[in-house]
């Protein structure tokens, strides 16, 4: 039994202003309200550093992205094949649907969250997705060795850096929507799989 | 790298007649000829096990059906169950369309594929998919007390054979689609997605 | 408890006449009849689409054999070591025999099956079997790079294929050999153990 | 070798006026700046994330606390306990201390860490670190069923929710500190040790 | 390739007289010198509390038996099912000899190397591989719920700490002979196996 | 529940002779008597052999101790770091207690039982511990590829048992420790981590 309704979502109207502010933004632009953002809500400051965390990662400010240039499409299929091996079915039909449309590629997704290792990516991005692993299953072994091969597929440290704590903060996300019985949206499952999806 | 190049399959006229015929009755009703088909159509007495295999589990005659009534939603359901847990881009994605056309929900396939604990489906339906688990991951654990729970959800023990050997069968599957580089058809990604699938 | 009661093997004279037949054969050969021939022969369609498979990949034909070179020992010698990576005592016993009639060598299941690593076999069949271990064990991480070091001790792809497709479906086997509580038949434990056996 | 050469901690003076403000303030506390509040101010926008979610679990407000009922003692024991799962020094060796402090216990911390089955706590905290576990290592599999037991040693949903995002958390802030190479301060080892600690 | 040249077995002539007394009495009774006291003899201070261990456990005198009951079949089944577990060659043959010797069951070792679920062993005897396979895996499971299943089946607690010390000292010797590539003597592959072995 | 009520220590007037002059001298170098001295003092036969073993390993007499190199600060690294993989209360924190003194390095022991990778140790001890970790965990792999690397890093061949033994020894220390719920001393907690520890 879904775990859910231990923790009910918020309505809209009951959130605080600046969160209210954020899911009618993202409403706009995606025209519905993604689950996470509710569910989470129901604890502000919970909600309040969860979403900084990630806009930080997902979309850093011009200032703070100096050396970093993983494409959002590389960052949504980090969180697409690390969440698949945490088995967090929130975050990999949400963030795969994203995937699709970013890579504007409509098997990507599924490729990716089944076996990366078969998925139709480049060797840079298999790179990517291991060292992604690595980090998402067992950190503890993550040495020195692990960033040359990287270097070689043209990653900086900032770059590195990013995949790491990609994989970190979407383990969290991964954890908290196993928990809590977070569903994804109906809209998640087809966006992006039309061939010609803008 | 894909190892498929190693294991081209043969063209559609080079292969013995009465493989032939099955694989122009599975285009003709699914419109397009799924890999599989063709890619083990290189060793025909392989092929011709394969399938005789496949139909025995998957659509078994009426003079073999007694006591047998899981409906092939169940079926592939189990199917695409496993596959993800042998991570099985083939399998997952074929079947996983297969299983949203047999069940008329767009969305089941990959509820089941990433975490069938969290997917929309009966308690006797998750019941099932866990003991298709342990004969895919341990099945020198199973032993008789694992019968009574499946009987009480209404399984028969023929039922209970068929679960196991479907589990069984595709696993041998996963593996030589995995070993051989087998990628599902475009087709199946988005088969069975729309609200209104047939 | 024993799962086997549930699945009564037939009687010989219960069975389908080409089953039969095929059984009666092994009987003259072995001098008893092997346990998994009638405990699978409850379901006729399932036993030929098995024996099938088994002889296309143990015994090809002539026709089917281009570049297929592994020897019958080497093919026990596979069904062996995975049998005992899945705990299937059924496999284990029964294939072990074989492989000690096959191989002229006493010894050599009981290594195969407890540690390969540490039996009395070449570097060539080290190699065989660990890349059967990985299709046993992990075959969404099988890739091209498998291929070259298998080449470099002279195994064909269609070699490879052998290991990979021999694996796979004794992996079928195993699972249903537990399931099922199929026991070997004591004949099986001591054949081929005499020094001189022949 | 370590990894901690490739993101060398800023110096005090050169961060943001806001996250020096607050390390000031937990260095006059502490006696000495934990190196995360530095190793991680190289990206300002994710220190103040960090911070903000790990005081939103940690730390909350009076306001936000309704039905959350662990005690300060209890949620350093959750972030030692995983992560020593997750084999983090960083975590382990400060956390830890910490927890030696709020538990006045000098030798809970290690007890903890080496497994928590032996340590000297009472029924309720077991139950709560077996669930801690469980989301850290397989959260795929938390559901309705881990509810009730949890229940019963006195813990709120709201705890749960805790327990469950704690241990998320932390989760997170291992795998950066693997991967960011970020050692224990010194003084962390000894601090709570002595049987007299204030 | 076999670590074994590394550490060559010292001559019997030239071992310390103790250790050869000991040697040629199990040769007497033996008709052969296993190869275990041959190669620890070349660490004769380790050869002796080697074999006081193993004596201790598995031939205790008379004054140390108070409340220990297990049988010597029972321990011999102990140790070949928890060095199957270990994967050690050498254990399970020559262990798995003298097991089928003890229990005049010429199938029992190869049932118990295999799957001991599957063997033809009592309920009390799969309780106690159970235990010691617990002991042997994850031994930091083990606590208080563990004991009164096993007095069910009529275990005292010193049969209980047999059955964990006989599995923790052959998981040292499991260690070493995998280590040292110890080979079992040809001999102990058959014996027992003929039905009326005496 | 912890399980040492099963087995109580005796008290240390009714140990045998030979085992009370050891005991004492213990207490008297160490001011306390370490709980695993009266702890396996309950079957005399075992204590003699256990440290018999334990002796001949850790510290060897001067004849046999040809080619032995490791010094006494890594063997109990050895058995720190193998301790914590096996999640042994008593062992981590005695042997800790025992390796921060023979190093001289407070911080050690917390490091290498919590990730050895981080610890503040040379590449070689890093390698004497990779391979302790093999043998701990996997010796069934262990074969000759193993030995050159620690060759390279001046290892003998003696030095390398001695790695070995000391692992498989204390795996058995493990196992003994946490089945019978042996608790360390509270003494070790804090010995050795004063940065002027003698």
Known sequence: ????????????KDVPPDIRERILQVQEKSGFIPNVFLALARRPAEWRAFFAYHDALMTPDKDASAGRNLSK???????????????????????????????????????????????????????????????????HLVDEADFPPLHAHGFSDEDIWDIAAITAFFGLSNRMASFAGM???????????APRQK
């Open 1 to 12: 039994m879904n775990t859910s309704h231990r923790y009910p979502a918020p309505e809209l």
């Open 73 to 139: 499409g590389e960052r949504e299929m980090i969180v697409t094949a690390t969440s698949a091996a945490n088995q967090c079915l929130y975050c990999v039909v949400a963030h795969g649907a994203i995937l699709r449309i970013y890579e504007k590629k409509p098997l990507i997704a599924d490729q990716v969250a089944v076996n990366y290792r078969k998925a139709d990516i480049t060797p840079r991005q298999r790179a990517m997705l291991e060292f992604a692993m690595k980090v998402c299953l067992e950190s």
């Open 183 to 193: 569903m994804p949206n109906n809209e998640f499952y087809l966006m992006g799989r």
